[in-house]
């Protein structure tokens, strides 16, 4: 019969503890922009430099600025909103939040970030 030896804390790998913790964050961020966007999509009526508008695309980069611990979050919003205008994005966003819900959220952050 085989003696399993304690090796004490080498049992635990440390990668795995940060890959799960990594998740768990990474989760709780989009679980955060998901909120934001079901909130954004009942605004897509109002014109898009509206401040009801303004504000939650401010909160996406704020959330987004967090995430990614960037300094300044502008070029990746403005990549985020190019990205909704991605054939295979635009579709399934717009199967989620309904039609037309990829392009106002597109313009929306535009519009934002081109005038800061």
Request: with cysteine; proline share 2%; charged share 30%.
């Amino acid at each position: 019969k085989k003696v399993k030896r304690d090796t004490g804390f080498m049992t635990i790998k440390p990668w795995r503890i940060y890959s799960k913790f990594y998740s768990f964050v990474a989760d709780s961020y989009v679980k955060r922009i998901e909120v934001i966007l079901e909130k954004m999509i009942t605004k897509i009526g109002c014109p898009v430099d509206s401040f009801e508008v303004k504000e939650l695309v401010a909160e996406y980069g704020f959330v987004m600025k967090q995430f990614s611990q960037m300094k300044d979050e502008r070029g990746m919003m403005l990549s985020v909103a190019h990205s909704y205008q991605n054939t295979m994005v635009k579709s399934k966003v717009n199967e989620k939040y309904g039609e037309g819900a990829a392009e106002f959220f597109a313009e929306a952050i535009a519009s934002f970030y081109k005038e800061n």
